[in-house]
T-cell receptor, first 117, second 115 residues
Framework: GAVVSQHPSWVICKSGTSVKIECRSL??????MFWYRQFPKQSLMLMAT?????????EQGVEKDKFLINHASLTLSTLTVTSAHPEDSSFYIC?????????????FGSGTQLSVL | AQSVTQLDSQVPVFEEAPVELRCNYS??????LFWYVQYPNQGLQLLLK??????LVESINGFEAEFNKSQTSFHLRKPSVHISDTAEYFC?????????????FGTGTRLKVLA
């Protein structure tokens, strides 16, 4: 099956710093990627839809200036948490869908655990 | 709009016993349905999906789910569970006309298999 690589798998940072998370589709091209946030023992909440070559579409309540998304190529999307604060600590997961195939379904990265001190 | 309900937040079951994880959905349009499994500190892995055709779908590791349109359900079952099946299971739907593949997830069911 398709492989989506997410890096780093965990990161600890100081409050006020920025953290970048990468999501790569390794064996397929993805015009669309998604970023989710998951709190402990809760479901995934869609944060934004990342479209290659255009601006991301954010869900209601998600701060665009805080969670910067860049989808510069068909295999890479990045999420930057700017000026991170402890309340941003969470598990972030990306997913990607294949382009130009009849494959249906999303392929998920392994997630990034962010801890802001 | 769509919504997914997983009524059971936790399901404890003894090893080799059968299990059913319930999923109900609400949607005004037709949807694709999915079950994903998440192991601790990992991303989601697709377990099985219903797109069209036979309403009974099976996975390679013994799970199966049946789409029931009249009851808007997509319950997940396994006749005999193993310790290794202990994980969080998420049901999800995506509108068939959704060009964005926007998924709506349920709140998850934690399956704990006891020895």
């Amino acid at each position: 099956g398709a492989v989506v690589s997410q890096h780093p798998s965990w990161v600890i940072c100081k409050s006020g710093t920025s953290v970048k998370i990468e999501c790569r589709s390794l064996d397929f091209q993805a015009t669309t990627m998604f970023w989710y946030r998951q709190f402990p023992k809760q479901s995934l909440m869609l944060m934004a839809t990342s479209n290659e070559g255009s601006k991301a579409t954010y869900e209601q309540g998600v701060e665009k200036d805080k969670f910067l998304i860049n989808h510069a190529s068909l295999t890479l999307s990045t999420l930057t948490v700017t000026s991170a604060h402890p309340e941003d600590s969470s598990f972030y997961i990306c997913s990607a869908r294949a382009t130009g195939t009849v494959r249906i379904g999303l392929f998920f990265g392994s997630g990034t655990q962010l801890s802001v001190l | 709009a769509q919504s997914v309900t997983q009524l059971d937040s936790q399901v404890p079951v003894f090893e080799e016993a059968p299990v059913e994880l319930r999923c109900n959905y609400s949607s005004s349009v037709s949807v694709y349905l999915f079950w994903y499994v998440q192991y601790p500190n990992q991303g989601l892995q697709l377990l099985l999906k219903y797109l069209s055709g036979s309403t009974l779908v099976e996975s390679i590791n013994g799970f199966e789910a049946e789409f029931n349109k009249s009851q808007t359900s997509f319950h997940l079952r396994k006749p005999s569970v193993h310790i290794s099946d202990t994980a969080e299971y998420f049901c999800a739907v995506s509108p068939t006309t959704s060009g964005t593949y926007k998924y709506i997830f349920g709140t998850g069911t934690r399956l704990k298999v006891l020895a």
